[in-house]
Structures are given as structure tokens and as C-alpha cells.
């Protein structure tokens, strides 16, 4: 088994010019804290082009995929970061979650373009080892969008197993709570639908093993640092990918928040073995979680 942390990060995108929450007061936090921790794999999200350059110069140890939602290097990107030593890059794409999803779009009433940068990765000491990774970031405002996009991403995951079947790993900031309408809606659909693509929610599986049965609490927090509530942010993984242990970050790092949401961090173990065109994954099935 080949242990891999995984991270979902909203890092807040460089809006604030001033004052404390500024991104140029925010680097450097933000940059600490992924040291701090050692993720492999960083499903971000709200990064441009400039403060996504200012990490990467912080961080030199990670590479990174992915576009902007207005195209190319314009808006903000659901880059996927990865460490450069533990990983070899097979392919990535980013793709828009609407109706014409190969060039820049928005739609279900969205009030930006939304995206989702997906990539397969191959262990750098066994590349025979694969693991395909999504991240996405959806709509603050629009349920249809959220919902339609939600059903793009498993389409689009459906379809990129059938030519070539992998471990999988979705992370986001989904802007919606376990208990929403979106999430219920997605789980209902593809329950209805047939389509399981065997994705299961770290957290329901994190509240399965925990002796009190609590939920994790909230994930995004304003800067102000609350902990009771629900999360927003998720990383789901299929059941080949066996999860250790699943966090919520809420330290402050040099008495400051690095960002306005926490990070999530998956303690996972991948199974080290190969995987070819059309072999199925099979792993233990401890979970009844439809997604």
C-alpha cells in the first residue's frame, strides 16, 4: 500500500489589495501551512494567475495543472498541485461545467463560468501506479448549477473510466452543506439512475468510525475562525483508495487565518498495483454512501 495525503484548499483569491486579509500578507501563511502539513496531491481553489505564481515560488517542491475559468490564464483556477518528486503527469484537462464544456462558458444560471481541472498521476517510484484526481469549485448562488455540474463531473468521470480505469479522488468547494438540497439531489439521481461511480464521502465515513458519531463541523469560517456548523469543502474517493484518517485544519498560523475556508487533509492509502484499459478496481466495500 503507497500512503498518499491529499488536501482541499479554498485559499481565498487575491481580492483584498489592503488590509489583513490581503493575499500578500496571506503567502506566506499559506505557504507555512502547506509545509507544515506535507500534502502530496492540493486540490485548490480561488487562485489566479499571479497569486498561484507567488505559491509556486514558495513551494518549489510542487507542479501544478490547470487553467483559469475565463480561459487560459484569465479568472480564477481549480488548480491541482502536486509534489514533484512523488509524481509523474499523464494527462490533465480543464473543463467548463455547462452545456459546451470544451471552451470557456457558464450556465444554469451561474454567475461566473465554473470549471474542473482533472489529471491522471502516476507514482514516480512505480508508474504503473495511477490515480486520477478532480477539483472543482461550484456555484455560490445558482442550485442548477451546482447540481448540473455535479452531474458533468460524474459524467466525465464515468467516461474516463471506461477507457481507462483508475483510483479516483474529487475535491472541492462544493458551496454546499451535507444536509443541502444539492448534495441530496446528486446522491438521489445517481442512486436512481444506476450510476454509481462508487465515490464515497470522507465525511460520512469519518462519523462511521468516530466513537461520539459527530460531524466534522464547519470548513469555511470568514476568517473568523468558528468551528460548529457544517462543511462546504469535500474530498470524495472511490473505495479502492483506503482512507486512514480525515482532518479539518483550524490552527492559525502566526496568530493569522491563511485563508477564509480551512483545509481538509485525507490520510490515504493506494493500492500498489497497475491498472490497465478497461480492468476494474475492486475494493473493500465498507460504506454504503451512493456516491
Not at 444560471?109 to 517510484?125: E, G, H, M, V, Y
Not at 462544493?174 to 444539492?182: E, K, L, Y
Amino acid at each position: 500500500m503507497v500512503p498518499i495525503k491529499l488536501m482541499s484548499f479554498n485559499m481565498k483569491r487575491n481580492y483584498f489589495h489592503f488590509g489583513q486579509h490581503c493575499w500578500e500578507k496571506r503567502a506566506g501563511l499559506v505557504a507555512r501551512l502547506v509545509r507544515d502539513t506535507a500534502p502530496d496531491i492540493i486540490g485548490t481553489q480561488e487562485l489566479t494567475v499571479a497569486s498561484l505564481s507567488d505559491l509556486l515560488r514558495l513551494l518549489p517542491e510542487y507542479d501544478y495543472v490547470g487553467e483559469g475559468r475565463g480561459g487560459g490564464q484569465l479568472g480564477e483556477f481549480t488548480a491541482i498541485l502536486f509534489r514533484r518528486d512523488r509524481f509523474l503527469l499523464r494527462e490533465n484537462k480543464t473543463f467548463w461545467l455547462s452545456a459546451t464544456p470544451e471552451v470557456p462558458s457558464r450556465a444554469w444560471l451561474a454567475i461566473f463560468p465554473r470549471i474542473c481541472t482533472k489529471c491522471t498521476l502516476a507514482l514516480a517510484a512505480n508508474p504503473a501506479v495511477l490515480l486520477r484526481v478532480y477539483n472543482t469549485h461550484l456555484d455560490h448562488i445558482s442550485y442548477f448549477a451546482r447540481v448540473n455540474g455535479l452531474k458533468l463531473i460524474i459524467r466525465t468521470i464515468l467516461e474516463d473510466q471506461k477507457s481507462l480505469r483508475t483510483p479516483v479522488a474529487l475535491t472541492g468547494d462544493f458551496n454546499a452543506t451535507p444536509t443541502s438540497r444539492t448534495l441530496q439531489k446528486w446522491a438521489a439521481e445517481l442512486t436512481a439512475s444506476g450510476e454509481q461511480v462508487l465515490l464515497r464521502d470522507s465525511y460520512n465515513l469519518m462519523v462511521q468510525s468516530s466513537s461520539e458519531g459527530q460531524g466534522p463541523g464547519r470548513s469555511y469560517h470568514g476568517f473568523r475562525g468558528a468551528a460548529g456548523g457544517q462543511p462546504i469543502d469535500y474530498i470524495f474517493t472511490s473505495k479502492d483508495l483506503n482512507l486512514r484518517a480525515l482532518e479539518i485544519r483550524r490552527e492559525q498560523v502566526e496568530d493569522a487565518f491563511p485563508s477564509d475556508h480551512y483545509p481538509i487533509i485525507a490520510q490515504l492509502e493506494l493500492e500498489d498495483g497497475s491498472y490497465h484499459s478497461g480492468e476494474l478496481c475492486h475494493g473493500n466495500d465498507t460504506t454504503s454512501d451512493p456516491l
